[in-house]
């Protein structure tokens, strides 16, 4: 459980970097804003993602990066691909057995891979840094290409539950998967991520 992990190695943790073949994985900051709000004010994106408000405005974005510097219960990384912002990827940290991963790109960046390569990159994360058995994440029914990225990294369907879209303003059904620490093992062969403290 996120209680006994101690405060120190998370916050040391938080600072990293992560580095794949195509991407760089880092914190954001005050910097990032205009990108960030660029990226996320897509309605496209806000129907898929639990928590985004659509119209994503600077002040959303401003709200957002300080939530993160506080260290409040998110792990959260910029995606840059070539030194450019391309979307977010982060754990959750508000289910008491396991963190909840979740991600969005911007739309000029579906469909290249970089879902998939960032949501593994976080995953390797996880599992070498917390001591935990595994790891879960979501995908509303009508988006395949989230649930593809699941898939493709190793989590297994588990159900089916309602979830609350902030930008929809309703619920909406959500394909529910876990993916174990074993599983993760035996599929490390993906492993091409490196780490460095930032």
Not at 158 to 175: C, I, K, N, Q, T
Request: hydrophobic share 40%.
């Amino acid at each position: 459980m996120l209680q006994d992990i101690p405060t120190p190695t998370l916050r040391e943790a938080r600072a990293c970097v992560l580095e794949t073949e195509r991407l760089t994985l880092r914190k954001p900051t005050l910097a990032d804003v205009k990108a960030i709000a660029r990226l996320a004010n897509d309605r496209r994106i806000a129907e898929n993602t639990r928590r985004l408000p659509h119209p994503y405005t600077q002040d959303d974005a401003i709200d957002f990066v300080r939530a993160v510097a506080d260290g409040g219960r998110e792990t959260v990384f910029l995606i840059e691909n070539n030194h450019t912002p391309i979307g977010m990827v982060g754990l959750d940290w508000r289910e008491e057995n396991a963190a909840e991963l979740g991600y969005w790109l911007g739309v000029d960046h579906w469909g290249q891979g970089f879902g998939t390569e960032a949501a593994r990159a976080v995953i390797d994360y996880f599992f070498e840094e917390f001591d935990l058995d595994q790891l879960i994440s979501g995908a509303r029914v009508v988006n395949p290409s989230s649930r593809n990225i699941l898939e493709k990294c190793g989590f297994q369907w588990s159900g089916v539950e309602l979830h609350r879209f902030e930008a929809l303003g309703s619920s909406s059904p959500v394909d529910c998967f876990r993916l174990s620490r074993s599983v993760w093992a035996s599929l490390k062969s993906w492993n091409n991520s490196i780490r460095r403290k930032g």
